[in-house]
């Protein structure tokens, strides 16, 4: 089984909502965070939470408009994304750590999930 599996993505237009759920099975790591890579381009830092639901962070493309959350009961991080636009499409992807840190690089995140595709249509 995956360590981490993201469902919540899809198709949506401008404006609109989505979010995004990780299930890590209850492997309870230490650090849970969100990437995205759009067609083409690197990997994009999101946001990250400790496995508590402490000390969110978010990138500054995201800052405002997506939150962060973890529902320790389920071991399930979830990303509310709100005002979607077109330069919102990528491949979303689920990370985490058992490392005691991790910011905003991925190569902190030692454990991915497959990622799930969001596309936002003008």
């Known amino acids: 089984q995956a360590p981490l599996v993201e469902s919540g993505g899809g198709t949506v237009q401008a404006g609109d909502s989505l979010r995004l759920a990780c299930a890590a099975s209850?492997?309870?790591?230490?650090?849970y965070g969100w990437f995205r890579q759009p067609p083409g381009k690197e990997r994009e830092f999101l946001a990250r939470?400790?496995?508590?639901?402490?000390?969110?962070l978010y990138g500054d493309s995201v800052k405002g408009r997506f939150t962060i959350s973890r529902d320790d009961s389920e071991d399930t991080t979830y990303l509310q994304m709100n005002d979607l636009q077109p330069a919102d499409t990528a491949i979303y992807l689920c990370?985490?750590?058992?490392?005691?840190?991790?910011?905003?690089?991925?190569?902190?995140?030692?454990?991915w999930g497959q990622g799930i595709q969001v596309t936002v249509s003008s």
């Open positions: 939470i400790d496995g508590n639901g402490g000390f969110p």
């Open positions: 990370a985490a750590t058992r490392r005691p840190d991790a910011t905003t690089s991925a190569y902190y995140y030692g454990y």
């Open positions: 209850g492997r309870n790591f230490n650090i």
